[in-house]
C-alpha cells in the first residue's frame, strides 16, 4: 500500500469516534493516533499521582489545560480515620483550590456523590461520541453512553492534564450480540459473567467491545452501564453501546454543559475481529468462583455452598436497578448471613430513603427490616480498604457479592473467598446462607 492509500471500509462505533477525535477521515485497528480528549477523571486513589505527574512535568505553576474537562470525584477510601487515605482527598483539595476547577465532589459537602462510575452520568459528565478517559480501569462503564470510555493511568493521566490530548492505538473490535427479552432472574450481570466465562480474562486484551441486539437494547440505562463496566474483566480496551432514544433522554435529562453531542453507530460494513451471539432466554443465573471474574459456574451448579456474608454495592451493582431487585426479594424476608448494603452515590441513598416497593415500605426500610447493614454512597469494601472500611472482609471469610472482581484480597483479607453474582442471586444467597437461585423467590 502507498503512502495513506486505504481498501474503503466501513467502521466500528469505537473506530468512528476515535476517528473524529484524531481529525481524521478513518482509522484502522492498529493505527496509532493522538486524539483529543473530552473529559478527564480522577479520583483519590490516583490523583495524587496524576497531579504530581502533571506538577513535574509542566511545573509547579501549570494550568490544566481545560477546567471544564476535568472532574475529580473522592470515592474509594472515604470513611476512614487511615491519615494516608485522608491525606489524599486533601491533595485534590489543594489541587482544585490551585487550578480552580468546577468539577469537584467534595467529601463532607453536598456536592458529596459516591463512586465515580455511577457519579460521572448523574451529573451530566457523560454523552455519546466522546472520548472520556479515567484513572481507574472501569472507566469503560461510561461505554454505555456511546462513548470511547477507558481508564489509563497516572503518568498518562498527568500528560492530559497539561494537553488534553493522549495517544491510542486503535483496537479490533468484537461484537456481543444478545438475542431476546431477558427473564426476570437474570440481570446483566449474569450475562456478561457468561460471556467472561466464555472468553476468559484475556479474551478481549486491548479489543473493543461492542455489545448489541435487542437484549441489551431492552436493558435500561443502569444495566448496560453494568455490561459495559466488566469489559475490562475480559482485558476491553473499552465497552460500547450505542445510543439509542433511552441513552439520549438520560444524558439530556442530565448534562447542564448544553454541548452538542454525535450520536454514531457501527457502519453496516464495519468490519469485526469476531462475533458471538447469546440467546438470553436461554441463560441461567451465573456466578464467578474465587479468585477470578472467568471462574463461571452456573448457580444451580453451586446451590447449597455455605457462605458466611453477602455485599450489595459498589459501580457495578449499587445502583437503583440492582437494589430494586435485591428489594423485591428481601421485602418481608430476613436475611441469615451478615449482609452489607452500599449504594454507589448520594443520589441513589437519597432515592432509596423515598422510593417504594409496590407502593410499600421504603427500599432502606426493606433492607433494614430484613436485617441488612446499610453503609454510606462509596467503593466501601469492593476494593478492600483500610481496616475499618465498611463490609471489608477482615478474616478468611466466604462472600457472595455484585462487585467486579474477586482476586485473591481484592475484598480485603487475602484468604477470603469472593463470589461474583448479580443483586437477585446476591439477595436470594443473604436469605439462606447458601448459594441460592433467585427463582426460588421469584415464582
Ligand atoms: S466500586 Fe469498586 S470497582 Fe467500582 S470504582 Fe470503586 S473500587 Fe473500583
Given at each position: 500500500?502507498?503512502?495513506?492509500?486505504?481498501?474503503?471500509?466501513?467502521?466500528?462505533?469505537?473506530?468512528?469516534?476515535?476517528?473524529?477525535?484524531?481529525?481524521?477521515?478513518?482509522?484502522?485497528?492498529?493505527?496509532?493516533?493522538?486524539?483529543?480528549?473530552?473529559?478527564?477523571?480522577?479520583?483519590?486513589?490516583?490523583?495524587?499521582?496524576?497531579?504530581?505527574?502533571?506538577?513535574?512535568?509542566?511545573?509547579?505553576n501549570a494550568k490544566v489545560w481545560d477546567r471544564e474537562k476535568v472532574v475529580i470525584i473522592p470515592d474509594h477510601y472515604i470513611f476512614t480515620a487511615d491519615a494516608m487515605a485522608n491525606r489524599n482527598v486533601d491533595?485534590?483539595?489543594e489541587f482544585v483550590a490551585e487550578q480552580n476547577l468546577p468539577h469537584f465532589y467534595d467529601v463532607g459537602t453536598d456536592r458529596y456523590k459516591g463512586v465515580c462510575h455511577i457519579a460521572l452520568p448523574e451529573e451530566g459528565h457523560t454523552r455519546p461520541g466522546e472520548i472520556l478517559l479515567g484513572t481507574d480501569s472501569h472507566t469503560c462503564t461510561a461505554g454505555a453512553f456511546g462513548e470511547f470510555a477507558t481508564g489509563i493511568g497516572n503518568t498518562d493521566a498527568g500528560f492530559v492534564l497539561g494537553t488534553g490530548k493522549t495517544?491510542?492505538?486503535?483496537?479490533?473490535?468484537?461484537?456481543?450480540?444478545?438475542?431476546?427479552?431477558?427473564?426476570?432472574?437474570?440481570?446483566?450481570?449474569d450475562l456478561i459473567l457468561a460471556l467472561i466465562g466464555d472468553i476468559g480474562c484475556d479474551g478481549a486484551t486491548y479489543q473493543a467491545m461492542e455489545f448489541d441486539g435487542d437484549g441489551v437494547f431492552c436493558l435500561g440505562i443502569e444495566e448496560r452501564m453494568t455490561l459495559c463496566n466488566m469489559a475490562i474483566e475480559a482485558g476491553g480496551k473499552n465497552g460500547?453501546?450505542?445510543?439509542?432514544?433511552?441513552?439520549?433522554?438520560?444524558?439530556?435529562?442530565?448534562?447542564?454543559?448544553?454541548?452538542?453531542f454525535t450520536v454514531e453507530q457501527s457502519d453496516a460494513d464495519a468490519r469485526f475481529a469476531r462475533e458471538w451471539v447469546y440467546d438470553v432466554t436461554?441463560?441461567?443465573?451465573?456466578?464467578?468462583?474465587?479468585?477470578?471474574?472467568?471462574?463461571?459456574?452456573?448457580?444451580?451448579?453451586?446451590?447449597?455452598?455455605?457462605?458466611?456474608r453477602a455485599y450489595?454495592?459498589?459501580?457495578?451493582?449499587?445502583?437503583?436497578?440492582?437494589?430494586?431487585?435485591?428489594?423485591?426479594?428481601?421485602?418481608?424476608?430476613?436475611?441469615?448471613?451478615?449482609t452489607f448494603v452500599v449504594p454507589a452515590t448520594s443520589e441513589v441513598a437519597k432515592q432509596l430513603k423515598t422510593e417504594r416497593l409496590d407502593g410499600g415500605s421504603t427500599l432502606e426500610e426493606i433492607f433494614l427490616n430484613a436485617g441488612a447493614k446499610l453503609g454510606q454512597p462509596s467503593c466501601a469494601a469492593c476494593l478492600g480498604g483500610?481496616?475499618?472500611?465498611?463490609?471489608?472482609?477482615?478474616?478468611?471469610?466466604?462472600?457472595?457479592?455484585?462487585?467486579?472482581?474477586?482476586?485473591?484480597?481484592?475484598?480485603?483479607?487475602?484468604?477470603?473467598?469472593?463470589?461474583?453474582?448479580?443483586?437477585?442471586?446476591?439477595?436470594?444467597?443473604?436469605?439462606?446462607?447458601?448459594?441460592?437461585?433467585?427463582?426460588?423467590?421469584?415464582?
Open positions: 500500500m502507498i503512502g495513506d492509500e486505504r481498501p474503503m471500509a466501513g467502521m466500528t462505533l469505537t473506530e468512528k469516534i476515535l476517528a473524529r477525535h484524531a481529525g481524521k477521515p478513518s482509522v484502522q485497528p492498529g493505527d496509532n493516533i493522538w486524539v483529543d480528549v473530552d473529559i478527564l477523571m480522577t479520583h483519590d486513589v490516583c490523583g495524587p499521582g496524576t497531579i504530581g505527574v502533571f506538577h513535574q512535568n509542566f511545573g509547579r491533595v485534590l483539595r495517544w491510542l492505538k486503535v483496537p479490533q473490535t468484537l461484537r456481543f450480540v444478545f438475542k431476546g427479552q431477558l427473564p426476570p432472574y437474570l440481570m446483566a450481570k460500547i453501546i450505542r445510543a439509542d432514544q433511552k441513552t439520549i433522554d438520560f444524558v439530556k435529562s442530565r448534562d447542564k454543559s448544553g454541548k452538542p436461554k441463560l441461567k443465573p451465573v456466578v464467578a468462583k474465587p479468585h477470578s471474574p472467568d471462574n463461571r459456574a452456573y448457580v444451580d451448579e453451586l446451590k447449597g455452598a455455605t457462605l458466611d450489595i454495592g459498589s459501580c457495578t451493582g449499587g445502583k437503583m436497578t440492582d437494589f430494586r431487585a435485591a428489594a423485591r426479594l428481601l421485602k418481608g424476608r430476613s436475611v441469615k448471613i451478615d483500610p481496616a475499618d472500611t465498611f463490609g471489608r472482609l477482615n478474616s478468611p471469610l466466604k462472600c457472595i457479592s455484585t462487585t467486579n472482581r474477586n482476586f485473591p484480597g481484592r475484598m480485603g483479607h487475602k484468604q477470603a473467598e469472593v463470589f461474583l453474582a448479580s443483586p437477585l442471586t446476591v439477595a436470594a444467597s443473604a436469605l439462606t446462607g447458601t448459594i441460592t437461585d433467585p427463582r426460588e423467590y421469584l415464582a
